[in-house]
């Protein structure tokens, strides 16, 4: 089936003129549909990776309805405060056929996600994704199916890295010895946050768990928040782990997958502007909760890490690759930045 035709599946308004591959996701297809009357996301869900749609779907549409809701409560436009699903013909919140699972959303106009971006858009995101976990702090999170197990336990993602050097399916695992070693002498941070949480020193809330710069809308004129989008992994989780992974992506001067690690520096004045831009937006956050704010970004950058040397032992299977170490180059940023997190903070582990 030619992708026009599936999207042409959706309740959109106007004929389709055009549907094109777009942004710069590494786990769905996405595409820009374009009609003669207004634009769309249409994605390709990596139903490899998120193997029950129905689920991730009634989630994606439980927390969206819940934040236009409180939106309007308040008295707020709520045109463009989250991602809106368009249904099929049939009604149904996705469209599956032989060759997958597509879903599509209102086009949010005006506004765009950044690769990377200046201490004040910067800021702004910290806004964004402090104010998601404060609209949320009042959603029922049992009603959420836990999308993706152990997202973001360090502890499970240590075993799996102990399994794929065991298993080495790609042969590589003498090349990166070293990288290997780096991650070994550093088992015991894997613990800290999940340990917080099992002995209810912080709370499990609803979390979005993949934070990320270009998963934030800001509007292209004011710069202000306008909504967090990539809802796949909203689950219960900690908000050290949401506020860690913005860190991560974000205070790195150089880009995730830069391949000269002289441009990856980790910027502490990045890291300030998130943090109050992230706390004034989240008036209800905990006091212990903020302490471990600064661990929340060790464990993201080094789990993250972790995550790119398992795939590239496993032989890149999960994070989309365009060249032979493009995971292995992910991982050596990923460890720069944790190595200048160690200097900077002064983490008791
Ligand atoms: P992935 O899970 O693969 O990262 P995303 O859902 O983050 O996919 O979408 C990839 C990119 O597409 C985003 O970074 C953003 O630029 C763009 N995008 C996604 N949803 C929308 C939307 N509703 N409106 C406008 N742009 C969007
Ligand atoms: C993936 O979907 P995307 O590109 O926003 C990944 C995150 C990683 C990130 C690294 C579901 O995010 O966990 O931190 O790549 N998402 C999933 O760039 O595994
Ligand atoms: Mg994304």
């Not at 436009?77 to 405060?81: E, G, L, N, T």
């Not at 974000?250 to 441009?263: I, S």
């Given at each position: 089936m030619e992708i026009i035709d599936i999207a042409k599946q959706f309740q959109l308004?106007?004929?389709?003129?055009l549907v094109e591959p777009y942004g710069e996701g590494h786990i769905n297809r996405t595409y820009l549909v374009t009609t003669d009357k207004q634009r769309y996301i249409m994605q390709k869900i990596n139903t490899a990776l998120f193997t029950n749609v129905e689920g991730l779907m009634n989630n994606i549409s439980a927390v969206t309805e819940f934040i236009k809701n409180k939106t309007e409560s308040e008295g707020k436009?709520?045109?463009?405060?989250t991602l809106i699903v368009i249904p099929t013909?049939?009604?149904?919140k996705y469209y599956t056929n032989d060759d997958g699972s597509y879903r599509t959303y209102e086009f949010i106009e005006g506004a765009q996600a950044y690769q990377s971006a200046t201490p004040e858009l910067f800021r702004q995101s910290g806004v964004a994704f402090g104010k998601f976990a404060n609209d949320l702090s009042?959603?029922?999170?049992?009603?959420?199916?836990?999308?993706?197990?152990?997202?973001?336990?360090t502890t499970v993602r240590y075993k799996n890295f102990l399994k794929a050097i065991e298993n080495n399916k790609s042969g590589r695992a003498d090349k990166v010895k070293a990288e290997i070693e780096f991650v070994k002498s550093r088992e015991?941070?894997?613990?800290i946050l999940v340990n917080a949480i099992k002995n209810g020193e912080i709370p499990l809330r609803v979390t979005?768990?993949?934070?990320?710069?270009?998963?934030v809308m800001l509007d292209?004129?004011?710069?202000?928040?306008v909504a967090v989008i990539d809802?796949?992994?909203?689950?219960?989780?900690?908000v050290c782990y949401d506020f860690g992974d913005s860190i991560r992506f974000?205070?790195?001067?150089?880009?995730?997958?830069?391949?000269?690690?002289?441009?990856v520096t980790f910027s502490k004045a990045l890291y300030d502007s998130y943090y109050e831009g992230y706390v004034s937006a989240f008036p209800s956050i905990t006091d212990r909760e903020k302490e471990l704010l600064p661990y929340g970004a060790l464990l993201m950058t080094f789990e993250c890490g972790m995550r790119f040397l398992t795939d590239y032992l496993d032989g890149d299977t999960y994070f989309r690759t365009t060249r032979e170490n493009h995971n292995l180059d992910r991982c050596h940023t990923q460890f720069k930045l944790v190595e200048e997190m160690e200097k900077i903070f002064d983490f008791k582990a």
């Open positions: 308004n106007g004929s389709v003129l436009d709520s045109s463009r405060c013909k049939d009604n149904k009042e959603f029922d999170a049992s009603v959420l199916f836990e999308v993706l197990p152990s997202f973001h336990d015991k941070y894997c613990g979005h768990n993949d934070t990320k710069l270009n998963n292209n004129i004011t710069g202000e928040p809802l796949d992994t909203v689950m219960p989780g900690s974000g205070c790195n001067t150089g880009k995730e997958d830069d391949e000269n690690l002289d441009n």
